[in-house]
Every structure is written in C-alpha cells, then in structure tokens.
Nanobody, 127 residues
Framework: QVQLVESGGGLVQAGGSLRLSCVAS????????MGWFRQAPGKEREFVAG????????YYADSAKDRFTISRDNAKNTVYLQMSRLKPDDTAVYYC????????????????????WGQGTQVTVSS
C-alpha cells in the first residue's frame, strides 16, 4: 500500500511563503504524476498544481500561476509546493495525490485516483 505524507503547513501572514512537502512510500511506487489539491471550508476540493515524475513538466491552476512552484525529487519520491505571496483565499487543507494524470480525457484537465490521498496539511493565511 502506498502512503503519502504531507508536511509544511502552518500559519502565515498575507504576503508570506510556505513550502509544502509530500513524501510517497510503501509498496513499489510508480505513477505518472503527482498533484497538490486544496479544500477550503465549505468548498469542494480543487486542483492547485501537478508535476510529471519523468519530465518534471508542471501544471498549475490559474490561482497558483506566478505564485506557486511545484518541484520533485525522484530519488526521494517527494514533491514540493513552494507557495509565495500567499493570500487569505489560499487558506485551506492542502492534500497531495499520488496518482494524477493530465489531459482532455480528464474532468477539468486533471484526473486523480481517490486511493492515493495523503492526510492533508493545514495552511492558514491571516490578513
């Protein structure tokens, strides 16, 4: 069974930065891409950013472009999300998903596997 553990969340003032990490471990882990999603209170979970393991090609939601940077360390099975110029609207629980695809065959261009969620890490941005 694959386990995904997020870390790096916390409380930060608007305009500040945080770096989230997601480590995948367990059975032989092989997927096409990983992604970060977030869920704010009373809202649906939404895609934030994703990255292809082999090429490093990133994908971003409009809300993350120019402020967030996703990266990966293949040797450590770890994906990072560097978040800058944070806004109160970024407040949410951030989850990583370990089995993501991108393309027109997916709803809103992103597919994910519900069997590959981490437990989430809380990000709170104060105004």
């Amino acid at each position: 069974q694959v386990q995904l553990v997020e870390s790096g969340g916390g409380l930060v003032q608007a305009g500040g930065s945080l770096r989230l990490s997601c480590v995948a471990s367990g059975r032989t882990f092989s997927s096409y891409a990983m992604g970060w999603f977030r869920q704010a209170p009373g809202k649906e979970r939404e895609f934030v950013a994703g990255i292809v393991w082999s090429s490093g090609d990133p994908y971003y939601a409009d809300s993350a472009k120019d402020r967030f940077t996703i990266s990966r360390d293949n040797a450590k099975n770890t994906v990072y999300l560097q978040m800058s110029r944070l806004k109160p609207d970024d407040t949410a629980v951030y989850y990583c998903n370990g089995n993501v695809e991108f393309g027109s065959h997916c709803s809103a261009f992103v597919c994910y596997d519900d069997a590959y969620w981490g437990q989430g890490t809380q990000v709170t941005v104060s105004s």
